[in-house]
């Protein structure tokens, strides 16, 4: 069958419609699996799907909600195959600062991964509703992000579909082939894990204006390698953890004693600034040297995702810091693999 004009239109405006939610899809997906790299492979499945199966889409349901089926289909088969992701604070209690040993390096523990902001569409859904905007946007922060990973996959769904996406019940239980009540009560016993979880400490979003002086002291301080500085931009029951290792510290003064120890390699840094899960972010660079290589210059070491919150009235301050020491992050977030000496 030879191809007319209209034809060829067609299908180039069907992939054009298809391709229009990429990133939304993206973002739910990284929800649903918690990894950058998992989101990528599932939404580009839900796209070869939907394009090689655009012919048997009927109409019954809109473009948008066939691809959500698709993509919570594809979701549910790959969480079927493997633990849930996890941060370091899920196995266990802090530890102290005098610890020299960070211990082994858990390389094939299924760590909860970050997503680059570019990556995904936080608004999708409420762009006439700046206050559901707000609920969509702090729904990608790795404290919410990792609370999801501790329920049940289709509870998973239906949490982010009904209350980060605001559908109706109707339509998740099409979605999910089951009833209204079904939803609703799986939505039920979906938000009591969620208040389990402590997400009422969950730093609010700001403008990245409210915060840039912050983070700005931040940069300079690392890099100069000033603990009195970056103690006073840390608050008092401040985290950071650093995946692949189970390690975590809590408090500031763990923290600048562990940095001051154990953490000394870290001093020479540069941070280059990038953006992850709503959140500033810095690839983090250490000296060439650290690691053998004698070109001198700087090579990637991990990715810092840095938390800041005002909930205690104190002013704004650093409450988290993970450094996802997974070098390989770096490419996803449009970061060099080598900086020059400066």
Same mark, same amino acid.
Not at 98 to 125: C, I, K, N, Q, V
Not at 170 to 176: H, N, Y
């Given at each position: 069958?030879?191809?007319?004009?209209?034809?060829?239109?067609?299908?180039?405006?069907?992939?054009?419609?298809?391709?229009?939610?990429?990133?939304?899809?993206?973002?739910?997906?990284?929800?649903?699996?918690?990894?950058?790299?998992?989101?990528?492979?599932?939404?580009?499945?839900?796209?070869?799907?939907?394009?090689?199966?655009?012919?048997?889409?009927?109409?019954?349901?809109?473009?948008?909600?066939?691809?959500?089926?698709?993509?919570?289909?594809?979701?549910?088969?790959?969480?079927?195959?493997r633990p849930r992701r996890e941060q370091p604070m899920d196995m266990g209690p802090s530890s102290p600062a005098d610890e020299r040993l960070l211990?082994?390096?858990?390389?094939?523990?299924?760590?909860?991964?970050?997503?680059?902001?570019?990556?995904?569409?936080?608004?999708?859904?409420?762009?006439?509703?700046?206050?559901?905007?707000?609920?969509?946007?702090?729904?990608?922060?790795?404290?919410?992000?990792?609370?999801?990973?501790?329920?049940?996959?289709?509870?998973?769904?239906?949490?982010?579909?009904?209350?980060?996406?605001?559908?109706?019940?109707?339509?998740?239980?099409?979605? =999910?082939? &089951? $009833?209204?009540?079904?939803?609703?009560?799986?939505?039920?016993?979906? @938000?009591?894990?969620?208040?389990? +979880? *402590?997400?009422?400490?969950?730093?609010?979003?700001?403008?990245?204006?409210?915060?840039?002086? =912050?983070? &700005? $002291?931040?940069?300079?301080?690392?890099?100069?390698?000033?603990?009195? @500085?970056?103690?006073?931009?840390? +608050? *008092?029951?401040?985290?950071?953890?650093?995946?692949?290792?189970?390690?975590?510290?809590?408090?500031?003064?763990?923290?600048?004693?562990?940095?001051?120890?154990?953490?000394?390699?870290?001093?020479?840094?540069?941070?280059?600034?990038?953006?992850?899960?709503?959140?500033?972010?810095?690839?983090?660079?250490?000296?060439?040297?650290?690691?053998?290589?004698?070109?001198?210059?700087?090579?990637?070491?991990?990715?810092?995702?840095?938390?800041?919150?005002?909930?205690?009235?104190?002013?704004?301050?650093?409450?988290?810091?993970?450094?996802?020491?997974?070098?390989?992050?770096?490419?996803?977030?449009?970061?060099?693999?080598?900086?020059?000496?400066?």
């Amino acid at each position: 069958m030879s191809l007319t004009l209209e034809t060829v239109t067609t299908a180039v405006d069907t992939q054009e419609d298809i391709e229009q939610y990429r990133r939304e899809i993206g973002g739910y997906c990284y929800r649903m699996l918690g990894s950058v790299f998992e989101a990528d492979d599932a939404t580009q499945e839900t796209m070869l799907k939907a394009w090689r199966s655009i012919d048997r889409f009927e109409g019954r349901s809109s473009l948008r909600t066939w691809l959500y089926r698709i993509a919570t289909n594809v979701c549910l088969d790959m969480l079927r195959s493997r633990p849930r992701r996890e941060q370091p604070m899920d196995m266990g209690p802090s530890s102290p600062a005098d610890e020299r040993l960070l211990g082994p390096m858990l390389t094939e523990h299924p760590w909860l991964l970050p997503m680059p902001d570019g990556r995904s569409d936080p608004d999708a859904g409420h762009r006439d509703d700046p206050a559901a905007a707000v609920i969509g946007r702090e729904s990608i922060r790795l404290a919410f992000v990792a609370a999801l990973q501790h329920l049940p996959p289709r509870q998973r769904a239906v949490l982010i579909l009904r209350e980060v996406l605001a559908w109706p019940a109707e339509e998740v239980a099409t979605l =999910l082939d &089951t $009833s209204a009540a079904s939803v609703n009560s799986a939505l039920q016993r979906a @938000r009591a894990t969620m208040a389990s +979880r *402590d997400l009422e400490s969950l730093p609010s979003l700001a403008l990245p204006s409210e915060h840039e002086d =912050l983070l &700005t $002291s931040f940069v300079e301080a690392f890099e100069r390698y000033d603990m009195t @500085r970056i103690a006073e931009l840390l +608050r *008092d029951d401040v985290m950071q953890n650093m995946p692949p290792f189970a390690m975590w510290l809590r408090g500031a003064a763990d923290i600048i004693a562990w940095m001051q120890g154990p953490g000394h390699d870290c001093e020479g840094s540069r941070l280059v600034a990038t953006w992850a899960n709503g959140c500033a972010a810095f690839g983090q660079y250490r000296r060439a040297e650290t690691f053998g290589d004698p070109r001198g210059g700087h090579l990637p070491w991990g990715l810092q995702v840095i938390e800041i919150s005002d909930a205690d009235g104190s002013g704004a301050k650093i409450s988290q810091i993970t450094n996802f020491l997974h070098p390989e992050l770096f490419p996803a977030f449009g970061l060099p693999a080598y900086l020059e000496a400066s």
